[in-house]
């Protein structure tokens, strides 16, 4: 009998379980807001701000899973949204955090209820100024967060290194699922139906985006 191997398998298993009822819980939260409340939420309100998280946006319905939002919606499902009628659409550091096909299906509503002219606007972590950065054996920002990558891995600081940067940068501990850089995300908007003509790597807007996630992201608009 293999214990050790019987008890990792018990821990997937619980593990798997616990996901199981959190998407149960998500789900049927998405379905009462989605269907009874969004519509309400949106009154008078044409800009949305999809996975908010802490930063609330004056003039924008803020949507994400956690209490600080103004509505919880899973946007990987559909979206009780009228086609045409959202003015501008922004995320900040989210889309990162969906599957290839959720975020296909994602980027797809984004498509179907932006107006004619309306915006999108996505703030994407620079995974590829990470890689370079590791490539180049630049530690300046590994520095940076060597304190937090030992508390998080468990390892002195000494012993925390340019990889443990990557891991944490590119899976986020489990949080991120997608690697995205200019090339595909600019492919996905042109799948899901926006004009490659319309589609355009920007710059920092201090009036909208987070000065302390300049560095280290790129920002795209997609106009309808």
């Known amino acids: 009998m293999n214990i050790y191997g019987d008890y990792l398998s018990l821990i997937i298993i619980a593990r798997k379980i616990r996901e199981l009822k959190k998407e149960i819980k998500y789900l049927i939260k998405h379905l009462i807001n ?39 919606i899973d946007v990987r499902n559909k979206l009780n949204i009228k086609s045409d009628s959202i003015e501008y659409i922004y995320s900040s550091h989210f889309v990162e955090h969906l599957e290839h096909e959720e975020l296909v299906a994602h980027l797809k509503e984004c498509n179907r209820i932006l107006q004619k002219e309306g915006v999108l606007r996505l703030a994407i972590p ?21 304190n937090h990558l030992s508390q998080k891995f468990s390892l002195p600081e000494n012993l925390i290194c340019r990889m443990d940067w990557i891991n944490r940068a590119v899976h986020e501990f489990g949080g991120h699922k997608t690697c995205i850089d200019w090339e595909k995300i600019r492919n996905l908007l042109i799948y899901v139906g926006f004009d490659e003509n319309k589609i355009i790597q920007t710059e920092f807007d201090e009036n909208i985006d987070l000065s302390k996630r300049k560095l280290l992201t790129f920002y795209v608009e997609a106009r309808a």
Request: aromatic share 12%; hydrophobic share 35%.
């Open 34 to 72: 989605n269907n009874l409340f969004l519509p309400g939420k949106l009154k008078g309100i044409n800009k949305i701000h999809f996975g908010a998280g802490n930063d609330i946006k004056d003039g924008f319905l803020n949507v994400d899973l956690n209490s600080c939002a103004d509505i919880f």
């Open 126 to 146: 620079d995974f590829e100024k990470v890689f370079h950065a590791y490539c180049q054996h630049n530690d300046d920002r590994l520095n940076e967060v060597r």
